[in-house]
């Protein structure tokens, strides 16, 4: 875990030794801490990130994640542009409110879109051939819709001239549609990449 951790922080270009990084117990209470965000409340969060003044932050994580990687790596992303985001001068528009959003959005910016896009939805049909059982669930993760997902995407390789057939082939369908639409609509008004180009650079 500590290793998929440093990886995530390592190449969003964070400290990973500056946090620390506790499993969540059973009782966990979202609202404990100076400071603390969470991911996927109410219920149990996936995530959380915490900081008091003086005091080391610290990221939590759902261990039942550990069995679903991608999940995982989306819940570190989204915990850790919580810290990423307090470091620039200015806050993210949109105020208190936004906040959650603007964090799935930097999840996008730090290049980790693909995995907060495919674990928004995830539904999944379970059939047990012994038995004869089977049931479906249901999971949401993050913030965003899978259409935000796709249109966050869209903009990031537009902006990054980043090949979308890589993209299209790791993204679950959902998502991957709503990044097609998305494309076409960019493709179709340049201008607003191009504004979002200029704006970058100042």
Avoid at 32 to 53: C, E, K, S, W, Y
Avoid at 55 to 82: G, M
């Amino acid at each position: 875990m500590a290793h998929v951790f440093e990886a995530v922080a390592d190449l969003m270009g964070v400290p990973s030794g500056d946090f620390d990084l506790v499993a969540q117990g059973p009782t966990i209470d979202p609202r404990l801490g100076p400071l603390v965000i969470v991911q996927d409340a109410p219920g149990m969060p996936a995530g959380t990130f915490r900081i008091a003044t003086g005091q080391t932050p610290t990221v939590t994580y759902d261990p039942a994640l550990l069995a679903r990687p991608i999940e995982l790596v989306a819940v570190l992303a989204h915990e850790l542009c919580h810290y990423a985001l307090l470091i620039p001068p200015e806050a993210p528009p949109g105020g208190e409110e936004a906040d959650e959003f603007a964090t799935d959005l930097a999840v996008v910016r730090f290049g980790f879109g693909l995995f907060g896009a495919n674990a928004a939805f995830v539904f999944e049909n379970r059939l047990d051939h012994g038995s004869g059982t089977g049931g479906w669930s249901v999971r949401r993760l993050g913030y965003l819709s899978e259409a935000e997902w796709g249109f966050a995407l869209a903009l990031f390789l537009e902006l990054s001239g980043t090949e979308v057939a890589p993209a299209l082939a790791h993204l679950r369908a959902g998502p991957a549609g709503a990044l097609k639409r998305a494309l076409k609509y960019l493709r179709k008004r340049p201008e607003l990449v191009e504004a979002l180009s200029d704006r970058s650079r100042r």
